[in-house]
C-alpha cells in the first residue's frame, strides 16, 4: 500500500481509529505491532490495536517509557534500538524498534500511535512525516 492511499483510507472509514490501526499494521511489512494510546488524565490507555500479540501495557504512566516520553514532551519519539534506550517498557521479545507519534487536539497530546519493528531501526523521516499525517487526520475521533 502507498502512503496516499492509506492517507485516503484512514478518514473515509466508519471508525477512523480502528481503521488506522489495521490499515497500518496490514499495509506496511515494518509495522510489526501497532497501537493507538489515548490519553485519560495522567495516564495513556490502549485503544485499537492489530498485531500478533495483545501487550501488557494497557495503561502507561504519561512520562513513563517511550510512549509516556512523546505525551509529555509532544514529539515524536524513533528509537532505533529499543534494548539500548533506558527509557524503553519492553512488550514483544521480537521488537528492534520503535515510532511513537503524538496525536494533537488544540495544542494537547490525546492520545498517540505506537508502532514497533521486528527489524532494527525500521522507521526513517519518511516514516515520520506519513504518521504525523496519519495523527492529523484522527485528532478529531480521539
Ligand atoms: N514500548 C512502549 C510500551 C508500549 S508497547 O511497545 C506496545 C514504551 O516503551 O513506552
Request: include cysteine.
Amino acid at each position: 500500500m502507498t502512503h496516499d492511499e492509506a492517507l485516503e483510507a484512514i478518514p473515509k472509514a466508519e471508525n477512523p481509529l480502528g481503521a488506522a490501526v489495521e490499515v497500518l499494521q496490514e499495509g506496511f511489512e515494518h509495522y510489526s505491532w501497532v497501537g493507538i494510546y489515548l490519553v485519560e488524565g495522567d495516564e495513556l490507555v490502549l485503544g485499537p490495536w492489530r498485531g500478533p500479540e495483545a501487550t501488557e501495557h494497557v495503561r502507561i504512566p504519561v512520562g513513563q517509557g517511550v510512549c509516556g516520553a512523546a505525551a509529555a514532551n509532544g514529539r515524536t519519539e524513533i528509537v532505533d534500538d529499543v534494548n539500548a534506550d533506558p527509557r524503553y517498557l519492553a512488550c514483544f521479545p521480537s521488537t528492534r524498534s520503535e515510532i511513537v507519534v503524538p496525536i494533537a487536539r488544540d495544542g494537547s497530546v490525546v492520545g498517540e500511535i505506537d508502532i514497533d519493528s521486528d527489524r532494527p531501526a525500521a522507521f526513517d523521516e519518511e516514516d515520520r512525516a506519513f504518521l504525523e499525517q496519519v495523527a492529523e487526520l484522527i485528532a478529531p475521533h480521539c
